[in-house]
């Protein structure tokens, strides 16, 4: 992944978007799970990987700590499409925080992926990350 296209993640203290990301092997940019923590600052466009938490309505889908990282105005325009983690157990509402964002911020999820995911997942998003900034780079170009 070119310094162009960059990856931000929140993981919560069960690590498992964090084990997903490290077994991407790419650079990227931590939400702190504290809000007294200092909060990332994307350079240029970002993808995010998010994982879901939400009660059996869908209520609290969206880690608090990542609506105020997308609260900002300049972290969100960099925003260019979202990788959604979940659980399957959790039926309608899985990977349900980025189908939220996506919505609300007009961007697409390129990826769902369970737990800290399979190598299959890894591979599959490593490769579409790389054709998506192909796209992005010829978009923004």
Request: glycine share 12%; hydrophobic share 45%; aromatic share 8%.
């Amino acid at each position: 992944m070119s310094p162009a296209l960059g990856l931000v993640y929140f993981s919560s203290v069960s690590g498992n978007t964090a084990r997903f990301i490290a077994k991407l092997g790419l650079p990227a940019q931590r939400i702190p799970i504290s809000p007294k923590d200092e909060m990332p600052v994307p350079v240029g466009n970002y993808v995010l990987a998010c994982p879901t938490f939400a009660d059996g309505e869908g209520r609290g889908a969206v880690p608090k700590q990542v609506i105020r990282f997308l609260n900002d105005p300049a972290r969100r325009a960099g925003l260019k499409g979202l990788l959604a983690g979940g659980n399957r157990n959790f039926g309608a509402t899985w990977a349900l925080a980025g189908r939220i964002i996506a919505e609300k911020c007009n961007v697409p999820v390129l990826y769902s992926f369970e737990l800290a995911g399979t190598e299959t997942d890894v591979a599959r998003v490593r490769r579409g990350l790389d054709l998506f900034r192909g796209v992005e780079c010829s978009i923004m170009a």
